[in-house]
């Protein structure tokens, strides 16, 4: 399936900052929130499967990830981009809706879980745990530490941008082929990636994520704040094979006293970081039943 060929476009806005989407069906909103190194079409087998159910399924480009959605004062710490999903929600005139994020993605829609929980009726996060205590707890696992050696090579300006870029972006293809074991990607998947990246200020603008997570205040967060609640019924997800965040890190780090209102933990097996795209008939189950699960309590 070509993405391009599939779904309505639209454009969301937060100030001056303009987000493109795709989207699909009519009914209560779910929101979907890409990751690195990834684009708003990381969830175009999602979509479908959403809308079907009697949802409309929308995926937005994160903050960076285009020319208009590159802030003039460079904030991409993860509580300045929850505030871009809720004005989303606001534009949209949607009171609650249930929110999924991939990645970057996930930890975007944890912090926007906590901030404002009374804007969602559930969460679902895949491939990345709860990102205060992966900050706080992940990186001292050697086996995380020696996965994560990417997040302190992006914090080097200029080297790594130049590093990532040369040879048609072949770095990006060797974290997707490490991060996602023996599982290769329909070609078209990673040269729509690439195209994005390549946009003006885009490449650096998502290398940013990776230098807000480990500035010094983030850093030096006290335990008390790495370890805030979510507070929105949670469906988390992690790949068997995943090599960029380990299964066995994902499910030790994902714990129930983090998410008051409910967890549920699947491990995905056969599958690698974009477990979503690489067993989407799997994951999209867990999601359609945990949508109508949530449906069915509401009522």
Not at 93 to 120: M, N, Q, S
Request: aromatic share 10%; hydrophobic share 45%.
């Amino acid at each position: 399936m070509r993405p391009e060929q599939a779904f309505d476009r639209t454009v969301f806005q937060h100030g001056d900052l303009r987000f493109s989407a795709r989207e699909m069906g009519e009914g209560p909103v779910v929101l979907c929130l890409h990751g690195f190194p990834d684009n708003l079409d990381s969830f175009r087998y999602q979509l479908p499967a959403i809308a079907k159910i009697g949802y409309r399924g929308i995926s937005m480009a994160l903050r960076g990830y285009e020319p208009g959605s590159i802030p003039a004062n460079g904030d991409y710490t993860v509580g300045a981009i929850a505030t871009d999903v809720i004005a989303v929600l606001d534009q949209l005139g949607c009171d609650k809706a249930h929110l999924i994020g991939h990645d970057w993605g996930a930890a975007v829609a944890y912090t926007a879980a906590a901030a404002a929980p009374e804007r969602f009726e559930s969460l679902i996060a895949m491939a990345v745990p709860h990102p205060g205590r992966f900050a706080r707890e992940g990186l001292r696992i050697p086996r995380q530490l020696k996965n994560s050696w990417y997040m302190g090579f992006f914090n080097i300006p200029w080297l790594s941008d130049w590093a990532v870029r040369r040879r048609d972006y072949a770095f990006i293809q060797k974290l997707w082929r490490d991060w996602s074991p023996g599982w290769t990607p329909e070609a078209h998947v990673l040269e729509g990636v690439i195209r994005s990246l390549s946009q003006p200020g885009v490449l650096s603008a998502s290398l940013g994520y990776y230098r807000a997570a480990l500035s010094l205040q983030a850093l030096t967060m006290r335990a008390d704040d790495a370890h805030y609640p979510v507070p929105v019924a949670t469906l988390a997800l992690t790949g068997e094979l995943d090599g960029c965040i380990d299964s066995g890190v994902f499910e030790a780090l994902t714990e129930s006293e983090d998410f008051p209102r409910g967890l549920k933990l699947e491990r995905v097996v056969g599958a690698g970081h974009f477990l979503h795209q690489e067993r989407p008939e799997v994951v999209n189950e867990l999601i359609i039943q945990w949508l109508l699960n949530r449906h069915a309590m509401l009522d």
